[in-house]
Each structure stands twice: as C-alpha cells, then as structure tokens.
C-alpha cells in the first residue's frame, strides 16, 4: 500500500521560505518521477513541478526560479524548497507521481502566505 504523507507547512510572510517535505512508503521515489502539485481554494489541483527518476527537474511558470524540488534516497523523501513566496502560492500542497494516481493522494499540507 502505498502512502505518501505531507509535512511542513505553515503560516509564512510575503517574501520567506518554506521547505516541504513529501515522506513515501510503499513506493521508491527514486525509480519514479514524482511530482508536487497545489489546490487553492475555489481553484482545481494543479502541477507545481515534477523531479525525474534522474534527478531532473521541471516547473510551473508560475514557480520557476522560486520553487526546488530535490530528492533524498536514503530517506525515500522529496522536497519542496520555495522562496520568495507570494500570497498566490497559498494552497494545500500535495505529492503524488507524475501519473497522478488517485489512490495516492495524501492529505496535503497547507501553505498560507499572509502578512
């Protein structure tokens, strides 16, 4: 059974950082592209960026050169690192593989960027 679980998110001020965790089990990140993906309120989930079975990286524009996702093996964990965040980023973020599979969707970690 797979289960993907979700971490750090928080209240963050216009401007900081925040680094996601996506914790897996059940599955090896490493062998799959995996990919973080975003639901605002009122608005349909949407693709933030996705990290190859390489180690590549791909993103919204939206989020391109604020947003880092990275992978560590060992911990079979992918990150989310983002900057310069924007009251736009506020969402429940979500991993999940790049397939999007329904069945392993997690509960999401909030992000909320509010002065």
């Known amino acids: 059974q797979v289960q993907l679980v979700e971490s750090g998110g928080g209240l963050v001020q216009p401007g900081g950082p925040l680094r996601l965790s996506c914790a897996a089990s059940g599955i090896i990140l490493s062998i799959n592209t995996m990919g973080w993906y975003r639901q605002a309120p009122g608005k349909e989930r949407e693709l933030v960026g996705t990290i190859s079975s390489g180690g590549s990286s791909n993103y919204a524009d939206s989020v391109k050169g604020r947003f880092t996702i990275s992978r560590n093996n060992a911990k079979n964990t992918v990150y989310l690192q983002m900057n310069n965040l924007k009251p736009e980023d506020t969402a429940v973020y979500y991993c999940?593989?790049?397939?999007?599979?329904?069945?392993?969707w997690g509960q999401g970690t909030q992000v909320t960027v509010s002065a």
């Open positions: 999940n593989t790049f397939r999007a599979r329904p069945a392993y």
